[in-house]
């Protein structure tokens, strides 16, 4: 299925790109919230900063967070102990500045800051173009999961999709055009999502300080991720076919496991966090296929973005039964450089001989099709 069913993570241009230090806070209400709520933060290169349930009096909460440079917060209200996407916000964070959300649901206004102002003032433009857009492509991926082809969904994906999102671009660079110097203005590219064409002639528009702003690291580094989406998708292409890259890493006894040792069965490396959401949503399913084809395949889950006290915490509570490494990014073999890794979960299907049948991004039925079609 299209990469664009899927999220993009942001990642950080390396160069080019200007950061200030300071506090960020967000205060506020929203009606129907529990005592609790549930906070992530997570910077331009994709890691989580901040992932944290937090006490808040009645439907207000009063938060502040300390950033080196821009970032994005989603703060989502628990129901029955699950999060509640309908009663939350997402918005981009500032160092320096102050939003206050103020609302019902998922619908709110947003002041504070002259910046979170202005942005408002965009938003609320876009807001329903952006929905028909999203609308869109849940409707195509609830029909893919109810049984419809891949090649109708990209079929009916090709024929409406540039015409909405060409609706969405329309109205956000009229905003950016008739606001060249504002902040606001650079927050804006970055709800153009997997757009990058649209994005690049709004960054054209923008003034030369508006353009090294803070705010512009967010679109920058979503440009840069594009980039290396890019990247990794050839390079995940050429690797089907061939021959798996080998890495050894630490189990979760903190003995060294080599990839190559598990040659001779099904392999599934399956790249995760505790943090991902859609990761723990698809762990029954692998745990239904684990026990369904016993003996001929082996899981490897390879935990990422985790300190090691919440992976092994993870696996403990979700009753993970398969085998388990665990990625230091400071040190050891980079599975995540090695297959190209720009989304969770990324499964990727080693076949016996220890080559890399396919790689599938996402919590997708088309993964369970195909291991049943090979392992049968």
């Not at 299925?1 to 506090?23: C, I």
């Amino acid at each position: 299925m299209k990469k664009l069913f899927f999220s993009m993570l942001a990642g950080m241009m390396a160069l080019g790109m200007v950061a200030q230090e300071g506090k960020f806070r967000v205060n506020g209400s929203l009606k129907g919230l529990d005592d609790s709520v549930k906070v992530f933060v997570m910077n331009a290169n994709g890691d989580m900063l901040v992932q944290e349930s937090r006490a808040i009096d009645g439907d207000k909460f009063d938060m502040t967070f300390d950033l080196d440079d821009a970032a994005f917060l989603y703060m989502f209200g628990l129901k029955d102990g699950q999060l509640s996407a309908e009663n939350g916000f997402a918005i981009p964070a500032l160092p320096g500045e102050h939003a206050v959300i103020e609302g019902e649901g998922d619908d709110y206004t947003m002041g504070g800051s002259q910046v979170y102002i202005d942005y408002y003032e965009a938003s609320e433009l876009i807001k329903a173009p952006q929905k028909a857009l999203r609308d869109f492509v849940n409707e195509c991926r609830n029909k893919f999961a109810s049984g419809v082809s891949e090649e109708e969904i990209n079929k009916e994906m090709d024929e409406k999709y540039p015409a909405l999102e060409q609706a969405l671009a329309d109205v956000a660079l009229g905003y950016v055009k008739a606001h060249p110097d504002q902040d606001a203005s650079a927050l804006l590219l970055s709800d153009l999502g997997s757009d990058t064409e649209h994005m690049k002639e709004g960054a054209a528009l923008l003034t030369e300080r508006a353009r090294v702003s803070v705010a512009a690291n967010l679109y920058k580094a979503m440009l840069a991720a594009a980039e290396k989406e890019k990247a990794s998708q050839s390079l995940q292409e050429g690797l089907e076919g061939n021959l798996a890259p080998d890495f050894t890493l630490n189990d979760i006894n903190g003995k060294p496991l080599a990839l190559s040792s598990l040659r001779g069965k099904w392999v599934i490396l399956d790249f995760w966090g505790s943090w991902c959401g859609w990761c723990i949503k698809g762990m029954p399913k692998m745990k239904e296929y684990y026990a369904k084809y016993a003996g001929k395949l082996e899981i490897l889950g390879v935990d990422c973005n985790d300190t090691v006290e919440k992976w092994k915490n993870a696996v403990d509570k979700h009753e993970i039964p398969w085998l388990h490494v665990y990625w230091d990014k400071e040190k050891g073999d980079n599975p995540v450089e090695l297959y190209g890794v720009q989304g969770f979960p990324t499964k990727v299907v080693i076949d016996p001989d220890g080559k890399v049948a396919k790689i599938i991004v996402g919590e997708d039925p088309a993964f369970y099709t195909f291991l049943d079609e090979v392992l049968k």
